[in-house]
T-cell receptor, first 116, second 115 residues
Framework: AQSVTQLDSHVSVSEGTPVLLRCNYS??????LFWYVQHPNKGLQLLLK??????LVKGINGFEAEFKKSETSFHLTKPSAHMSDAAEYFC??????????????FGKGTKLSVKP | ETGVTQTPRHLVMGMTNKKSLKCEQH?????MYWYKQSAKKPLELMFV???????ENNSVPSRFSPECPNSSHLFLHLHTLQPEDSALYLC??????????????FGPGTRLTVL
């Protein structure tokens, strides 16, 4: 069965400094991995997704993530944080061959705070 | 805007009330989902509809009753809820293709409070 673990429930950075949000996954087969962002009182928006193509995935708003099979990780990074990046971020796994094909398993979320 | 709308955005109801949440997608997708988002818990998948047929029901109590009259509309009928059902209810849609878990597009959610 697939699962995902977000290693930090809260990350705080200063504006202009790098962002690192950590995610480890467990999957029986080839996983598809996603990062979603949720701003306060809003629904979830897709940042980026990995589906067995290039291991370095670029998303919107300057975010990117690298799929590392040997480490079962899919960490989200951004070189320079902006105040508007303050939100909750969810790492998500979907197992192509799982019983619930296409269904998403969400991590508990990491809340990102950005200080001026 | 993601192309998925939800109404109402906020709902307060008593435990004996009956209400419905509505979701509409304008993306031409064939799959729709209901999720529950509670504080400090991961997003929980409640129901999945594929081509209007329910394909998943993750042990959701019968006081939640979904309805999918067509591929563009999804309802969640609520009756005799409990205070612990208070949460953000999110609707999502996707274009489901065999062997390819496509991106799910989420609505803004309905914030439900049960008194």
């Amino acid at each position: 069965a697939q699962s995902v673990t977000q290693l930090d429930s809260h990350v705080s950075v200063s504006e202009g400094t790098p962002v690192l949000l950590r995610c480890n996954y467990s999957s029986s087969y080839s996983p598809s991995l996603f990062w979603y962002v949720q701003h306060p009182n809003k629904g979830l928006q897709l940042l980026l997704k990995y589906t067995s193509a290039a291991t370095l995935v670029k998303g919107i708003n300057g975010f990117e993530a690298e799929f590392k099979k040997s480490e079962t990780s899919f960490h989200l990074t951004k070189p320079s944080a902006h105040m508007s990046d303050a939100a909750e971020y969810f790492c998500v796994v979907s197992d192509l061959y799982g019983g619930s094909q296409g269904n998403l398993i969400f991590g508990k979320g990491t809340k990102l705070s950005v200080k001026p | 805007e993601t192309g998925v709308t939800q109404t109402p955005r906020h709902l307060v109801m008593g435990m004996t009330n009956k209400k419905s949440l509505k979701c509409e997608q304008h993306l031409g997708h064939n799959a729709m989902y209901w999720y529950k988002q509670s504080a400090k818990k991961p997003l929980e998948l409640m129901f999945v509809y594929n081509f209007k047929e329910q394909t998943e029901n993750n042990s959701v109590p019968s006081r939640f009753s979904p309805e999918c009259p067509n591929s563009s509309h999804l309802f969640l009928h609520l009756h005799t809820l409990q205070p612990e059902d208070s949460a953000l209810y999110l609707c999502a849609s996707s274009q489901d293709r065999i062997g390819y878990p496509d991106t799910q597009y989420f609505g803004p959610g309905t914030r439900l409070t049960v008194l």
